[in-house]
């Protein structure tokens, strides 16, 4: 009898064993790719990207109303694109746990130097319009595509997430498509936007 009480104790007390012993992972702890946190220096990567998108659909506006017919296609061009992109990013942050990006502030004198002379060179373009307009947008364009190109180089080799990595790679086509149309309105190719 004494057996068959023990016997019984056992078996009552294995289930609460089992329960306690249980060892699968909770939501805390899993490691899923789709909630990995960013590091800092890659959600700075993605506020640099919301900042270039924000700036290229602002400039694409202006160039729609202050440009001739090529440059306002040029323009709408951009705002389509860099609407899309940001959008990507922004669903991409989302993901990833970051709710607002941080401000895109310069990180160095010659950041700073150069975001100045952009804010100098926009605010030059808004009393511009017709040919003079187009002149110097365009000139704004191809140096300013050139130098994100650069940066998305640097950015997609510092870059850890592959997820992020994959998205700024995927970005570069479109980059280079408006730094060679930018070239082709430069040089007076009407027919570089179609």
Excluded: W
Aim: charged share 30%; glycine share 4%; aromatic share 2%.
């Amino acid at each position: 009898m004494r057996l068959h009480v023990l016997a019984v104790c056992a078996a009552l007390a294995l289930p609460a064993t089992a329960l306690g012993d249980d060892k699968t992972p909770t939501d805390k702890t899993t490691t899923d790719k789709k909630t990995t946190k960013l590091s800092d220096a890659e959600i700075k990567i993605l506020a640099h990207v919301h900042h270039v998108n924000q700036m290229e659909i602002d400039m694409g506006k202006l160039a729609q109303q202050k440009g001739t017919d090529a440059v306002k296609r040029y323009g709408e061009q951009l705002v389509k694109d860099h609407m899309a992109n940001d959008k990507d990013v922004m669903a991409f942050a989302k993901k990833r746990g970051v709710a607002k990006l941080p401000a895109d502030v310069p990180a160095t004198e010659a950041d700073k130097a150069e975001h100045k002379q952009m804010m100098e060179d926009m605010a030059k373009l808004k009393t511009l319009k017709g040919a003079d307009f187009d002149r110097d947008f365009v000139n704004l364009m191809v140096a300013g595509h050139d130098k994100e190109l650069t940066k998305l180089d640097t950015s997609i080799a510092q870059a850890t997430d592959t997820e992020l990595a994959d998205m700024l790679r995927s970005m570069k086509p479109v980059l280079q498509r408006h730094a060679d149309t930018a070239r082709d309105l430069q040089k007076g190719n009407a027919q570089a936007i179609r």
